[in-house]
């Protein structure tokens, strides 16, 4: 349609015959903003109904306008600049895209092709002007897109790198032990009569199979944070108490490096009301980290005290520190500041987001600050107990459970056996059975005292095991255990509600064990 328009306007005679405003009558009619415009002022002397639909200007309004007047703020160099090099001839033709400012102050896109014609004898810029706002929106929502798109595709590559990476950490760190248990019960194997070996040995396969717990536990641990089902046992809890257990934990780790360890409690008693346990992990993950990041016979120091209405722990060591590049990250799952294949460090990278949310999960916050090479210094500010006092302790371990017959039911017969050794030399009675068609046959003629049932059996679980064992009149009065690999809230209430008395999570510590055969009443 321009170039007709155009070329009508070029066919035009030396125009004597035919008045602008005929002209004008007819461009009225386009669909696009059409204008003339005088070459000096760049005013608009002509304009039709169009361009004064896309401005909200009337026509007299607009007559006299400039087109920079009408141009927005930010595009008035680019329309300047264009608009200098087409009077200079330097293009036949002058196109360009910007922004109008219409009369209501809401800015519309425009597409503006810019032409030199004759009328009269004289020569004016002639301007088509088409409203290309709806498409610019649709372009700039198509490249939104497409940056969201990039974005996700890069998070998504991020994330599965980080995924085989952890997956590969975690392969290192379940090798690990697992070919210490391994080389220790062969060694054992071989020497059987050695009684300081076979001590050794036991030593090793103990602590081995506590890291393997450990290394469950935080991937547990993890998912529970993720899904907000972490539960936090409160209670009154002394600061020394906490930072005495995670010195505890750590001493073998701290000594094995030949570490330096510095240790300064408050003499003044500082009470917090928080989970004991997850306190200790909290402290006990610092401590090792510490300890695992500092070059053997570095200086590693916990300092506990009240400061400010809050309970202090600051936990400093004279290790390589954090880059700066990492630290930003440093509580992100699976973030590590050092995780090159040698791996000697060891970790999942999980521990500081489990810290971090254990701390925050007590009303606490965690700072780090570090420089690589120089060490590291965090600090763990908790609020303090309100009324602090002395939360009741056991004060003496609990007695040897009573002899108890036992039937134990586990598929896993490496599981059922060593449970079974273990349970004889505490001096208790044990048959054990393979799968729930056992258990039922065992049973007819064996009343245990106690069973301890595997949820997971083949064919029929242990969760419905339970149910046909508690219809036998013989059996009414047994206490029932659930051994399960699932220890999550609704794995105890699903227990329950089959029948069972207790739950107990895989690995068995025998303590535990020996506690709930001991026992009589529902729990």
Partial sequence: MYRKLKDAVDALPTLADISAEEIFLELDRANVGMALIDIETRRFLRVNAKI????????????????????????????AESF????????????????????????????????????????????????????????????????????????????DRRKDEFLAMLAHELRNPLSSIHNAVQVLGAVADDDAVRERMQGIIARQSLHLARLVDDLLDVTRIRTGKII??????????????????????????????????????????????????????????????????????????????????????????????????????????????????????????????????????IRISTAAGVGTIVEVRLPLAAEPHESPREKSRPARAPRRNILVVEDNADAAESLSLLLRLHGHSVRTAGDSRAALDITEDF??????????????????????????????????????????????????????????????????VEETVGRREVH
């Fill in 52 to 79: 004064c639909e896309i401005t909200g200007y009337a026509r007299e309004e607009l007559i006299h306008k400039t087109a920079a007047e009408l141009t927005h703020p930010d595009d008035k160099t680019l329309d």
């Fill in 84 to 159: 200098t090099r087409f009077v200079r001839g330097e293009v036949d033709r002058r196109v360009i895209e910007k922004r109008y400012v219409r009369k209501d102050g809401a800015p519309v896109w425009v597409h503006i092709t810019t032409s030199m014609v004759r009328l009269g004898g004289r020569r004016y810029l002639f301007g088509v002007t088409e409203d290309i706002t709806a498409r610019k929106h649709s372009q700039e929502a198509l490249a939104d897109a497409l940056i969201e798109a990039e974005l996700a595709k890069q998070a998504l590559q991020k994330a």
């Fill in 232 to 365: 936090l046992r409160r209670q009154n809890v002394r600061l020394a108490d906490v930072v005495s257990a995670a010195v505890e934990t750590t001493r073998p780790l701290i000594d094995g490096r030949a570490h330096a360890l510095a240790v300064n409690v408050s003499e003044r008693p500082v009470w917090l009301v928080g989970d004991e346990v997850r306190l200790v992990q909290v402290l006990a993950n610092l401590l090792s980290n510490a300890a695992k990041y500092t070059p053997s016979g570095g200086r590693i120091a916990i300092d506990a005290a009240d400061e400010d209405g809050c309970a202090v722990v600051r936990v400093a060591d004279s290790g390589v520190g954090i880059p700066d590049e990492v630290l930003p990250h440093i509580f992100d799952l699976f973030e590590q500041a050092n995780s090159t294949l040698a791996r000697t460090e060891g970790g999942l990278g999980i521990g500081l987001t489990i810290v971090k949310s254990l701390v925050e999960g007590h009303g606490g916050t």
């Fill in 447 to 512: 009343h245990p005292d106690v069973l301890l049932i595997d949820i997971g059996l083949p064919g029929m679980d242990g969760y419905e095991l339970a149910r046909h064992l508690r219809r036998k009149e013989a059996l009414q009065a047994s206490t029932f255990v659930a051994i399960s690999g699932y220890g999550e809230a609704r794995d105890k209430v699903r227990a329950v509600q089959a029948g069972y008395d207790y739950h107990l999570v895989k690995p068995l510590n025998i303590a535990d």
